[in-house]
């Protein structure tokens, strides 16, 4: 699956198979920016749809956990607009690499604090449903189908990103210089991130998925905290971003 996954995506050597560089022997570092700018605007808009269909998943299902994963890609889409950001500033050569490294870590306190309050606000809603008895899901296929296609979502755009991360070769095997390496690695931490965030995502679908599986099999009103339980355990993923995001700032930082 992965393999034929990966020969579907439009993607060869780091580039999208339209981006001219793709069929040359000699890479060039700013079309290298120019398709992970392309790569990030793809799953950006396909971020917002995604999210926008688990939000409404979980309003006509009541499941907190499905509402706990659309959060998360929330935070998904903005690392990919940070992406966005990024790369084209590198492309159009108007700020070096440091320099967008710190803006980098700027939205990334700003993506930190949003995801302290994201999760903050889910675990109140899960302690106050949890106070009031088993929650209520309905419509369980619904809530199937929806993470189903938010878990494809996180596969397709883990893989776009790991094609994209490729490594850009000279056509005489030459190793890059110094200077050029530094950049190079500075470009691929923001797409590492990315990778991460959504490698992330995907495991927090997976369990979505295999709540609702539980909710379609079983009526038993006592299962039904496992949907808390569940919305519990993304807050954690929550959390433990934001704690990494901010100790990282903070150890830069001094």
């Known amino acids: 699956m992965k393999v034929r996954l990966q020969s579907i995506l439009p993607v060869r050597q780091g580039h999208f198979l339209w981006c001219p560089a793709a069929y040359q022997s000699q890479t060039l570092a700013a079309d290298c920016f120019k398709c992970k700018a392309q790569g990030y605007l793809i799953a950006f808009v396909l971020g917002i749809g995604i999210a926008g269909l688990e939000f409404w998943g979980s309003h006509i299902t009541h499941s907190l956990s499905l509402l706990s994963d659309a959060w998360h890609v929330v935070f998904d ?7 966005i950001v990024a790369m084209h500033r590198m492309y ?3 700020e070096d690499a440091s320099r967008v490294a710190v803006e980098r870590k700027r939205f990334e306190g700003w993506m930190a604090f949003f995801l302290l309050v994201a999760a903050t606000v889910i675990l109140m809603e899960a302690l106050q449903r949890a106070f009031y008895g088993a929650p209520e899901i309905v419509e369980t296929f619904r809530m199937l189908v929806v993470t189903l296609i938010g878990l494809l979502f996180n596969v397709v755009t ?3 990103f790991k094609n994209l991360a490729i490594q850009h070769e000279h056509g005489d095997g030459e190793a890059c210089s110094h200077a050029h390496q530094h950049t190079h690695e500075r470009r691929d931490d923001i797409l590492r991130a990315n990778m991460l965030h959504t490698l992330l ?6 369990l979505v998925v295999a709540l609702s599986v539980v ?7 006592r299962f039904r905290y496992l949907d808390l339980l569940g919305a519990i355990v993304i807050c954690g993923f929550l959390f433990h971003q934001a704690y990494k995001m901010l100790a990282k700032r ?4 001094t």
């Open 77 to 83: 889409v903005l690392g990919y607009g940070i992406g």
């Open 201 to 206: 995502d995907a495991f927090a679908s997976v």
């Open 250 to 253: 903070y150890r830069h930082s």
């Open 158 to 160: 883990y893989f776009l």
């Open 215 to 221: 909710f379609m099999i079983t009526s038993d009103k």
């Open 92 to 94: 159009g050569m108007r």
